[in-house]
């Protein structure tokens, strides 16, 4: 008995030495913070919005007004703990974050329109969707674009944190990166949506669709008088309305616009603009089929 409790006496000091030694080696940034968002909750939170923004109950049959009030319930201390990370005292924390979630629960509805154009874009757009139900439930791009769609809101309110960490959820979900400060308009589609990735200053206009792997990134990052990376300029292209981009397409550079109604084929890197009804391939890649061996 007394060996083990000695054992279990240096096993707690070992974690004590070694918490105290990761505690001091963490970044200034974290360890000097009480309180930081957690991304399980807001991956929950993001989920449950998900269902509620599209009416699906669920196997619990919760009511919408249930989910939603779950949902807010989930973001209220995360959303605190993130304007607490960034400098202000608990208490202005807790009103920001008051204001900024009746903000986003007046806006849900705005949301939801523009989701459902989303939706009818993926049924219309996509021969292998049999209904409204197998898209809101099982199409990765719709359920980024939701969530990427609430994200969006609160950046627009200037939420810290919360939604790079909403964004973060979507891509750990689903494969598909969309920074929560891009652009996009209703009726977007992302069809098979693995690797996709939308850059934060990307621009994509009315009822455009993007396949699996297309990257809108940024061609060069510009730099200030100190050689320090300048933030917050336009970095990442712009795409007009009613544009198609094919899998692995690469568009790079803040200045580079693709014009309405233009296709970009599969596998091209663009990095100029593109006027408008254009299509845009590679050059003709000539194939040898050999026999193979027995």
Known sequence: MTAKLNEQSKNGKALRIAAKALASGAPRETRTRKILPDFDAIAWAAHRLHHVLFAVRGSLGESAAEILDDAVDLLHPEIVAAFQASGQSERTARSHANRSLLALVRALPKIQRILLTDLNGAFERDPAAK???????????????????????????????????????????????????????????????????????????????????????????????????????????????NVTVYANATILGGATIIGKGSVIAAGVLVQESVPAFSTVKPARIELTVAPSRK
Not at 155 to 163: G, K, Q
Not at 182 to 193: E, K, N, R, S, V
Not at 219 to 235: I, Q, V
């Open 131 to 241: 209904n409204l139900t197998e898209i809101i439930l099982c199409y990765p791009g719709i359920r980024a674009l939701c969530i990427h769609r609430i994200a969006h809101e609160l950046s627009e309110l200037n939420v810290p944190l919360i939604p790079r960490m909403l964004a973060e959820s979507a891509h750990d979900s689903t494969g598909i990166d969309i920074h929560p400060g891009a652009t996009i308009g209703p009726g977007f589609f992302i069809d098979h949506g693995t690797s996709v990735v939308i850059g934060e200053t990307a621009v994509i206009g009315r009822n455009c669709t993007v396949y699996q792997g297309v990257t809108l990134g940024a061609r060069r990052f510009d730099r200030l008088a100190d050689g320090s990376l300048k933030r917050g300029s336009k970095r990442h292209p712009t795409l007009k309305d």
